[in-house]
């Protein structure tokens, strides 16, 4: 009987780790999951800056960079792209998904050159209710103006 | 000694340690897989952060491809005006931008240099109908892919971009319209039906004594009913300069050709002339200027046109009949010879105050009236009956439009090719002159037997009868008339069989002839032929395809770079930087608004700007120093080979070249509006009509002040012409030779070997992204 106490003990001992292990795997997965989500973000934005005539782009950037941190769920692309979405559980994944998440643009210059550098970074939280845990991921790009010669 | 376990004790130890041993495994396999994770989250943002890097990367390796690739001195000139092929480019003017270098030194990733490039494919670019490119420029224009591989080292794995770029080589200007100097394709229509009176708003210039006088006479207009001129209201001619270098006056190719359409109409232009030039302008006589620079055209005319003229000989100042005072009337012409030495006198007039019967100097005081020599009612040519019926007015009022400048004082004229059935209008008057009794005009009569010759009794016994020298000569060759003096339909007949009586304005230099030219005869100085009307090719060459999976074979196929806005067109050509680049086609979502451009030749890339909406230019001068208020030709004596019109020319003969030379072109008609007083090395074109009427297409702004100069080409579907001379007549002309604006031509348009221009586009192809481990030959994917 002894024996058997014993037994349990060491084996419940021995699963604590196991599902400490587990559950951190799962928020690893989580959080490898928000942060790719917050590299095609990032990424996405990018591209459709990257998209925009030269002068257009930075305008925008310049726009975008003067409010600071915004809500991901606050920009207007996105916004378009959520509101023309058909199904309804699909939008609400989506805002779920991103509720947290944030994003911060920033550039540079050399206007003679005509090459703008544009910064972003997007924040997302490891764990939703805690916003120490806030992570970001970030990229960096060059957009060349055109020049005739 | 064997250890004996009890059968109950011990298999919970065993279980236990199974237990432990798949819990093990867990352990291991969990955290394998959570390193497995963080790689691939390492993997994906280290890819990620270089795909951008690299893509900044080959964006830094294009614009510096764009910043050289049109300097004629680097080494990418060469190589992509070059035959097509699979050839390694060298990368020698590639250096990083600061803030690529600056990019990769805060990511901490390794820039390897230098990029590859390669042409992995060009084909030729093909021509609208009608085009016929020469042999040896075929495959210059092309379209191709340019490779470009950038290579980057980030945390131990070496990662590679290849990108494929479109390019184009271009022509810089367009072909066979740049080879003229004046194409106007549906002039004909500023012409109305008659040719003559309210609605040929052409021959509006008044005319008299030699000049065009800014204003017209209140007596000439009131004889002139309708007219589309306006009392009180200044005009000026357009007055085409010939060449003023002796090289290019001489040659049909470089004089800047014209075309007034379209193929089917006739388009007439009265000569302008009075008694006097020849008189003035003999040789040693003591003229003054004003002569000298005598606006008459009668110099276009030549012994061979009046057929029974004696061709070795010019024209002479000739006595051709007398006024009731004895004094003769002299004008341009010959004494044709006849038989038993009789004389035929032959003038030429051209239309001028001067021969206005009601007011002109020609018929005051004499015995004759126009009847007398051009005949009247159904008898008289149908100009004649229609001018007789609209005012003898209108004999006062010469073109507007000079297509070979003023008289030159070497005598002859420029060889400049006058393309379409362009017929020069004026009046020749016959008298014959028995050897006494007095003579009498012959009058015009085409139904006339051609043998049927006068006959004169003198005295009731002598009798002397007109007998021409030759017997194919007819009645018809001799008789006074108007030339071009009725509405021929180049419908019902061939250019090559204009019937008698017409003069066209193209002199035939080979066949010292002249004779009407269409787009068969034409050839560009570069080899370019015309195998379609000249006015389909203008069309063709600027059409646009309206399916959407196909592109026309003119400049559609050529445009290059598409801007939304003239803003955006002007910053990326660098207008801001002291710059004007617009280094190919270039398609603008207008309006269009030029500023001054005062940039040197060297700072222009010449191009064709396709404008969709309307354009408006101010001075292009390119850094020289012009003040067009004190632009004048030389002095009487040798007006086109000196003087500051002739320097000023002489300096950018050579210094414009068709690497520089802009094209505007107005897609869709909207008005070109020249707001500056000098463009220099321009051509302008609008040729897509939008009203099937007459209209504003381009036109020169009301705030002009100094004298107009303009240094290149011109094409249009109309000129709308008397606009255009009310609008040159609200400037003081600065030349007191030339009371006109300075429309020339610059030879560098018709240069033997067209400019090219290479064009890279941004839209990238053949995208792949690869990585590999650093030192390992073969990339994974």
Redesign the interface.
């Known amino acids: 009987m002894i024996e058997l106490l014993i037994g349990v003990t060491i084996f419940g001992l021995a699963m604590l780790p196991l599902m400490w292990l587990g559950t951190t795997q799962t928020r690893g997965a989580y959080s490898v999951g928000k942060h790719m989500m917050a590299g095609q973000i990032a990424a996405s934005f990018l591209d459709s800056l990257l998209g925009l005539p030269y002068k257009e782009c930075l305008e925008k950037i310049k726009k975008l960079s003067g409010r600071g941190k915004m809500k991901v769920l606050d920009d207007e692309d996105l916004k378009k792209t959520l509101n023309s979405l058909q199904e309804d559980g699909i939008k609400k994944d989506m805002e779920t998904s991103f509720r947290y998440f944030r994003y911060q643009f920033g550039y540079s210059q050399d206007e003679p050159a005509r090459i703008l550098r544009l910064d972003l970074e997007v924040f997302y939280r490891v764990e939703e209710s805690d916003e120490k845990t806030e992570q970001s991921v970030k990229l960096s790009v060059l957009k060349f103006g055109e020049r005739n010669g | 000694m064997r250890l004996q376990l009890h059968p109950k004790?011990g298999n919970?130890?065993i279980?236990?340690l199974g237990?432990?041993s798949v819990?093990l495994i867990?352990?291991v396999a969990?955290?394998k897989?959570?390193t497995g994770?963080?790689q691939?989250?390492t993997l994906?943002?280290y890819t990620?952060?270089t795909r951008?890097?690299l893509?900044?990367y080959a964006?830094?390796v294009?614009?510096q491809i764009?910043?050289n690739?049109?300097?004629p001195d680097s080494e990418l000139y060469n190589a992509f005006r070059g035959p097509p092929g699979r050839q390694k480019l060298k990368t020698g003017f590639y250096k990083p931008?600061?803030?690529?270098k600056k990019?990769a030194d805060?990511?901490k990733i390794e820039l390897q240099l230098p990029p590859e490039i390669v042409f992995s494919q060009a084909e030729e670019l093909g021509y609208p109908p009608g085009f016929d490119c020469p042999n040896d420029f075929k495959g210059s224009e092309k379209k191709g892919l340019l490779e470009i591989v950038c290579k980057a080292k980030f945390h131990g794995r070496q990662y590679a971009l290849r990108v494929q770029y479109p390019f184009t080589v271009v022509m810089r200007m367009t072909p066979v319209l740049k080879d003229f100097m004046l194409f106007v394709d549906k002039i004909a229509a500023e012409q109305g039906r008659d040719k003559i009176g309210p609605n040929d708003h052409l021959n509006i210039m008044f005319t008299k004594e030699g000049k065009h006088p800014e204003e017209a006479d209140s007596q000439a207009l009131s004889h002139a009913g309708n007219i589309r001129v306006k009392s009180g209201f200044k005009y000026r001619p357009m007055i085409l300069l010939p060449p003023l270098d002796e090289t290019e006056y001489n040659s049909p190719e470089l004089s800047g050709k014209v075309f007034l359409g379209p193929s089917d109409e006739a388009v007439y232009l009265n000569l302008a002339g009075d008694t006097r030039e020849a008189v003035a302008d003999a040789p040693g006589s003591d003229s003054d200027a004003e002569f000298t620079a005598s606006v008459g055209e009668m110099f276009l005319v030549s012994p061979e046109t009046l057929k029974v003229a004696d061709v070795t000989k010019d024209f002479d100042f000739v006595p051709v009949f007398m006024n009731k005072n004895g004094e003769f009337i002299r004008m341009m012409g010959q004494d044709v010879e006849l038989k038993h030495k009789h004389i035929a006198k032959m003038g030429i007039l051209g239309f001028s105050n001067e021969i206005v019967p009601e007011i002109g100097e020609i018929f005051k005081d004499t015995a004759y009236a126009p009847e007398d020599f051009f005949n009247k009612g159904s008898g008289a040519s149908e100009f004649w009956q229609k001018l007789e019926g609209y005012g003898h007015g209108y004999m006062a009022f010469s073109s507007g439009l000079k297509l070979m400048g003023i008289r030159p004082d070497i005598g002859g004229h420029a060889r400049r090719q006058i393309f379409g059935n362009v017929l020069g209008r004026f009046f020749v008057m016959t008298f014959w002159w028995p050897p006494s009794g007095g003579g009498e005009p012959l009058k015009y009569d085409e139904n006339r037997s051609p043998t049927d010759f006068p006959e004169r009794e003198v005295y009731g016994s002598v009798k002397y009868s007109f007998q021409p020298l030759l017997d194919s000569q007819k009645y018809q060759d001799f008789m006074s008339r108007m030339v071009s003096g009725k509405n021929w339909n180049p419908r019902s007949g061939s250019a090559d069989n204009l019937p008698d009586g017409f003069m066209p304005m193209n002199a035939d230099f080979d066949k010292q002839s002249k004779k009407i030219f269409m787009h068969g005869q034409f050839k560009a100085n570069d080899g370019f032929a015309a195998r379609d009307k000249l006015e389909e090719l203008g069309r063709s060459w600027f059409a646009v395809e309206e399916a959407k999976d196909k592109t026309a074979k003119g400049a559609e196929s050529r445009v290059g770079?598409t801007?939304?806005s003239g803003?955006?067109f002007l910053?990326?050509?660098?207008v801001k930087?002291g710059?004007f680049?617009?280094?190919?086609i270039?398609y603008v979502k207008g309006p269009l608004k030029v500023p001054p451009l005062k940039i040197k030749n060297e700072e222009i890339?010449g191009?064709v700007v396709l404008v969709d909406g309307p354009i408006s230019l101010e001075s292009i001068t390119r850094g020289y120093d012009i003040d067009t208020g004190q632009f004048k030709l030389g002095p009487p004596g040798n007006m086109l080979g000196r003087g500051p019109a002739y320097d000023f020319y002489k300096k950018i003969k050579t210094e414009i070249t068709q690497e520089s030379f802009l094209t505007f072109v107005s897609l869709r008609g909207d008005p070109i509006t020249i707001k500056g007083e000098a463009l220099i090395g321009v051509q302008l074109i609008c040729l897509n009509d939008q009203n099937n009427t007459p209209y504003d297409q381009i036109m020169w702004s009301s705030g002009i002040r100094k004298e107009i100069v303009f240094v290149g080409g011109i094409a249009c579907n109309y000129l709308n012409l008397p606009k255009r001379l009310e609008e040159f007549g609200q400037i003081k002309s600065s030349c007191s030779l030339l009371k006109a604006p300075f429309f020339m031509y610059h030879s560098a348009m018709a240069a033997q070997k067209p400019a090219l221009a290479v064009q890279m586009m941004?839209n990238m192809r053949g995208y792949l992204l690869t990585a590999g481990k650093v030192g390992k030959d073969d990339d994974d994917e």
């Open positions: 004790k919970i130890t279980i236990l237990l432990i819990m867990m352990v969990l955290s897989r959570m994770h963080t691939l989250l994906s943002d990620q952060i951008y890097f893509e900044s964006g830094d294009l614009q764009n910043m690739v049109n300097e931008a600061a803030m690529l990019l805060e990511l770079r801007y939304m803003e955006e910053e990326a050509a660098g930087q710059k680049k617009v280094n190919g270039v890339g191009g941004e």
